[in-house]
């Protein structure tokens, strides 16, 4: 695997992190208050961060292994090229999610909703938290909550070409988010305001959108 795409999909996790904020950075915060008072909260936040990169993980390695699997049952190598088209598209899209040109990711997030009412009432029967390793399950139910920069990671890991390389880009996209999120707990105002910030978050999706359509670029011209 290029060391570009794990590159790529940690800065999609980095720079995205003020999304992450908005979705998960509630329950991070919720998991830093709830912690007992005679116990520190660093290892709730890693614990429930673990869950949640492990997950990311699963989800990755099923991506990555159903897709090089089908490709290669069928013996057919261009849908491969096209499939990676469309991650980049989706890295564009998400771009412009981003830096806040275009909402389009929303309704693409809102399709993961179904699952996650399935999934979602069983991270309440986890809490209150009594111990760190209690925050691993519940931070593993939450790595399935319906996100538009999971879901673009996740259409690199489907075509990164096999289980472990899908495994090994969403992890990678997982350690991006990893400082907000645990910074979320002791800084949180102070890291929101400045993932939120307009000014870096659109110096962010210009990042993220050149890195997309170069890649664009790149595939079309091997599939033309």
């Not at 998991?31 to 007992?36: A, F, L, N």
């Not at 989706?90 to 399935?118: D, P, T, V």
């Not at 009594?130 to 879901?151: D, E, R, T």
């Amino acid at each position: 695997m290029p060391v570009t795409d794990l590159f790529a999909a940690f800065t999609v996790g980095l720079l995205g992190a003020g999304h992450c904020l908005g979705m998960c950075g509630g329950v991070a915060a919720a998991v830093s208050i709830g912690t007992p008072q005679n116990q520190h909260k660093l290892p709730f936040l890693l614990f429930y961060n673990g869950g949640r990169l492990f997950s990311y993980g699963i989800i990755g390695a099923i991506a990555g292994g159903l897709v090089s699997g089908v490709m290669s049952v069928t013996l057919v190598t261009q849908e491969l090229l096209w499939l990676r088209l469309v991650a980049a598209i989706m890295m564009i899209l998400l771009a412009l999610y981003i830096g806040r040109f275009w909402n389009g990711l929303a309704y693409i997030e809102r399709l993961g909703q179904l699952l996650w009412k399935r999934v979602s009432p069983l991270s309440s029967k986890l809490l209150p938290l009594k111990s760190p390793f209690a925050a691993l399950p519940f931070g593993m139910l939450w790595g399935w909550l319906p996100c538009g920069l999971v879901y673009s990671a996740l259409s690199w890991a489907a075509v990164a070409g096999n289980a472990l390389d899908g495994l090994l880009i969403m992890l990678a996209f997982g350690l991006g988010t990893l400082p907000a999120m645990i910074l979320v707990g002791s800084a949180a105002e102070v890291t929101r305001n400045l993932l939120n910030n307009l000014i870096f978050r659109r110096l962010s999706s210009l990042i993220l959108l050149m890195y997309g359509i170069i890649t664009a670029y790149s595939v079309y011209n091997q599939l033309y």
